[in-house]
């Protein structure tokens, strides 16, 4: 238990732990159709646990603030609920537009055969930048293919579940996940069958895996893209917060890790590369969660700002501020506020000297 924990009259509980799949139950059934790909501070393997936690709360609404790769969202919209997604990335949006808001449109195979056709004259920009960098000639001449015949498509949601499929299989056939580093696209020729299938066979069968994720749950779902200080905070039963953490060295940035997954997802379209950078990283936008003279001020803000709907904040033993700061905060707000608390591994990268952290990972309840 943690020093000051009984000043804070905060409850701190420990349950059992419970894993996706752990129960036949339908909710569980449909998360196994979740598309997953590495993503830095996943919560798949939470799931259940957050599930728990949440089960006994009275809600049919929530908003996931800040929803990353929407495995949260569509762990709610499994659930039953009228789910709101939100994330400041472009290709965090277009996840949640594919699996969130999305009810009932599939990628026909009629579709997936136009868009391999050469475009006589199409694009080439993806080659022209990032030869030599990530991918081989070929896999980049695929994207900029996909996209040149994705202009004539006018489904939201079918240029979603494309655009998903294209972010999955970059993310799949980059060695580690991130693209932080550039090397010979050659170099990697091991076993691996992720690094084997070229980015065309990855995006094949991604489209498959996200037509297969789409389903009704009954409920209007949306999915939205900006800063969570700008969303309406009416109307949502329970908020889901989970920020990014102040971090212990810049490698922790989600646009810095995942800066080609953005350009994919746009095009490049209104974003700055710069070019003196060896990856052609983009410009990264200010978050005040992520700096320790802003972050305190931040989440007293967002609390505030949703004060009038239950609040579910998902956070880490390496993040800041530390969870007796964050309780505190919230109890501003809030007349009860508990902590489940339970220990997870967080694993980046799948090399033998990949970073693994072992954390407390925290949810703190306000009521």
């Given amino acids: 238990m943690l020093a000051g924990q009984n000043e804070l009259n905060t409850r701190v509980q420990r349950p059992r732990t419970k894993r996706v799949g752990d129960t036949a139950g339908p909710v569980e059934q449909t998360l196994q159709r979740f598309p997953r790909m590495r993503y830095m501070g996943s919560k798949f393997r939470l799931l259940g646990w957050i599930h728990e936690a949440t089960a006994n709360l009275e809600f049919g609404s929530v908003l996931d603030a800040f929803s990353g790769s929407s495995v949260v969202s569509y762990l709610f919209k499994a659930a039953g609920k009228r789910v709101t997604s939100n994330d400041s990335l472009n290709f965090s949006h277009t996840l949640a537009q594919a699996l969130v808001a999305n009810a009932s449109v599939e990628l026909p ?171 052609k990283k983009i410009r990264k936008p200010f978050t005040p969660f992520a700096y320790r003279k802003t972050a305190v001020d931040a989440f007293t803000r967002m609390f505030e700002r949703f004060e009038k709907s239950a609040l579910v904040l998902s956070y880490s033993s390496n993040g800041y501020p530390d969870l007796e700061e964050l309780v505190r905060l919230m109890k501003r707000v809030k007349q009860r506020v508990s902590v489940l608390e339970r220990p997870h591994r967080y694993h980046f990268g799948t090399h033998a000297a990949a970073k693994r952290n072992a954390v407390t990972e925290y949810l703190i309840l306000g009521q």
């Fill in 109 to 279: 195979a009629a579709d997936v055969q136009r868009l391999l056709v050469p475009v006589p004259d199409g694009p080439t920009f993806i080659r022209d930048t990032f030869s030599g960098i990530f991918f081989t000639d070929d896999d980049l001449a695929f994207l900029d293919r996909v996209w040149g015949q994705l202009t004539a498509f006018r489904s939201l949601h079918k240029r979603a579940i494309v655009i998903s499929s294209l972010i999955r299989a970059c993310a799949k056939r980059q060695p580690r996940g991130v693209f932080t580093v550039a090397g010979d696209p050659e170099r990697y020729k091991d076993a691996r069958r992720d690094l084997r299938l070229s980015l065309e066979e990855h995006f094949l069968e991604g489209v498959q895996i996200f037509n297969a994720a789409v389903f009704d749950n009954g409920q209007e779902n949306r999915a939205l893209r900006g800063d969570v200080f700008d969303i309406d905070p009416v109307g949502h039963d329970l908020v889901y917060l989970d920020p990014p953490y102040v971090p212990r060295s810049d490698d922790n940035c989600y646009v810095k890790r995942y800066h080609f997954l953005e350009g994919v997802s746009c095009y490049w379209k209104g974003l700055e590369i710069l070019q003196d950078t060896r990856v």
